[in-house]
């Protein structure tokens, strides 16, 4: 296999013109489907790759309990110089699951402590109402709108409907979970941190379109959107949300301007959609090429070992 072993560690920079490319021109809903997919199956790749690299550059370590198999010179010659890759990426995997579990912690520390702001109220109540002058509103996982007084109390009655609207979209479409999928695939490969950012961003803009379809005005949802996060400070020192509010100024003049059309991916004989197709194409065949690779490595490992 030679360097080509190494592809699904470096190949997910190659998602990046496709997060910016999505973000900017398609619907806001197929852009955080898009990204979403597309940061899993590059970080569950880059994952599987240090795993098996590991297992190939220490098999024949003393004392490993690794099949006999996996340290023949055919199996290492897979990995060009194996003992060193194999001990680099025993310690790039140990920080990458500490990485995951060390976030997985802090969404689980978040839902505790919002559960423990909560304990008082109504668990059936979906719009949980606070009575805090400090100014804020997100959802939580458990399907829940958390608002403050403070943040009613500087909205318009049109107003806080667009921003009910907004979060009744997230709950609505289950964000949280794409978030906490991009997040893992972050945490997994650097390189898709960019897929991160754009989904936090797509996100919210496609509770944005929701929020303005349902009120059935576009520019009192922008100035919901600004007014709201005007007056939010940051950073929040009450009840931790599970995202966050996005490039404001960007969306609210998204919002100004006509809603994007429903289409999935730009035509093809136009220069965006050219490029956008280019990039999908190059990412769909660094997917390939890093599933192919952590195979290849499957099955070697598969045929050196003994029935």
């Known amino acids: 296999m030679g360097v080509a072993v190494f592809l699904p560690l470096v190949l997910p920079l190659t998602a990046w013109p496709v997060a910016r490319l999505a973000e900017r021109h398609l619907h806001p809903r197929a852009a955080t489907l898009l990204l979403t997919a597309v940061g899993v199956v590059l970080g569950l790749c880059s994952t599987l790759c240090l795993g098996l690299l590991a297992v190939v ?9 690794l099949p006999d198999g996996w340290a023949d010179p055919e199996v290492r010659e897979a990995v060009p110089h194996d003992e060193v890759v194999g001990k680099a990426a025993v310690g790039a995997l140990g920080a990458v699951l500490t990485s995951c ?8 520390r978040t839902a505790r402590q919002a559960a423990r702001a909560l304990a008082g109220l109504p668990p059936r109540r979906r719009i949980a109402v606070l009575p805090d002058r400090m100014p804020y509103a997100h959802t939580l996982p458990d399907g829940r ?7 009613l109390a500087g909205l318009k009655s049109a107003e806080r409907r667009a921003l009910f609207a907004h979060e009744r979209a997230h709950l609505a479409a289950g964000h949280h ?14 390189f898709l941190r960019p897929l991160r950012t754009s989904v936090t961003y797509t996100v919210e803009r496609w509770a944005d379109e929701e929020a303005a379809r349902t009120v059935g005005d576009r520019r009192l949802t922008a100035r919901a959107v600004g007014k709201a996060a005007l007056l939010t400070p940051r950073p929040l020192p009450a009840l931790p949300a599970f995202a966050t509010p996005g490039p ?11 809603p994007p059309a429903p289409r999935t991916w730009p035509p093809l004989f136009t220069a965006v959609g050219a490029a956008a197709w280019a990039a999908l194409a190059g990412t769909a065949i660094s997917a390939f090429a890093s599933a192919n690779s952590a195979l290849t490595l499957i099955l070697i490992l598969h045929a050196a070992t003994p029935l």
């Open 57 to 65: 550059g220490t098999a024949q370590l003393p004392g490993n309990p």
């Open 101 to 108: 579990a060390a976030f997985l912690l802090h969404r689980r």
């Open 145 to 151: 709108i958390v608002v403050s007084t403070g943040m």
């Open 177 to 190: 979970r794409h978030l906490l999928l991009v997040g893992l695939a972050a945490r997994a490969n650097p």
């Open 248 to 258: 404001v100024p960007r969306r609210v003049a998204a919002l100004l301007g006509p």
